[in-house]
């Protein structure tokens, strides 16, 4: 669904990211592990063609989308979840959740909103209240679910389980993994909680210092102890 070829991100003669690859099946979640400072949070913008300036190729359902604004990738069905959620802070929870419709500029037709409520409780209950009273973790809830309401094909997510309460974690994750079984939607999700990480994916890619070090599944993953521990420190 989403191939990325010799991927490289810069700021000025700053290079960031370096010569990734990666590729993400349709329907399917693929972990982007690594540390603080790792590339994770540049390779996701780089796709989405917000901020560094890029080299390489990124391919969406076999089209060359490299040069393509942010706003039409989003038309074409790419969701993206910030770090910083970018809640509007004096709308309600409703009002917020409405502002996803628009990104699937006919595309296909978005969720209904008391679906979507139906699917994040949590936000049900608060649905009136502006997004500005809500806590970090409502409002994490409110930036997934705000991306979900333009029936996305492909999420790429930064870090949504960081700094959250462990029970909070737990909910986001059963969302999210439940949401997009149903619907075969792709995820890309850059994170450091293995165990979010894992629940959510399939397959696992490591990046350190912006290059990918590992790449394969989770099962993969837990015969490399001396990777796990190099760049991980687990």
């Known amino acids: 669904m989403l191939s990325v070829e010799n991927l490289e991100a810069y700021y000025g003669t700053n290079y960031i990211v370096q010569q990734i690859s990666l590729h993400i099946p349709e329907g399917k979640g693929v972990a982007l592990l690594g540390r603080n400072g790792a590339g994770k949070t540049t390779t996701l913008k780089a796709i989405m063609g917000m901020g560094p300036k890029i080299k390489g190729a990124v391919n969406f359902k076999g089209r060359d989308i490299t040069n393509c604004k942010t706003y039409q990738k989003a038309r074409m069905g790419l969701g993206f979840v910030p770090e910083d959620r970018r809640i509007y802070q004096e709308l309600s929870v409703t009002d917020n959740l409405a502002v996803g419709r628009y990104a699937t500029a006919g595309r296909t037709e978005p969720f209904a909103m008391e679906y979507v409520l ?7 209950k608060l649905r009136n209240r502006k997004g500005g009273q809500l806590s970090g973790g409502e409002q994490q809830m409110l930036t997934v ?6 029936r996305p094909e492909l999420v790429l997510m930064d870090e949504p389980a960081e700094g959250l309460a462990p029970l909070i974690v737990k909910e986001l994750a059963m969302v999210i993994r439940g949401f997009c079984q149903k619907w075969n939607m792709a995820i890309l999700l850059a994170e450091q909680n293995l165990w979010f990480s894992r629940y959510c994916t399939e397959y ?3 990046i350190d210092g912006g290059k ?3 790449k394969g599944s989770w099962d993969d993953f837990d015969d490399q102890e001396d990777i796990k521990r190099k760049y991980l420190s687990v």
């Open 145 to 150: 679910a705000r991306t979900f309401m333009g």
């Open 212 to 214: 990918i070090v590992f």
């Open 118 to 124: 139906e699917t994040f409780p949590l936000l049900m």
């Open 204 to 206: 696992v890619y490591l």
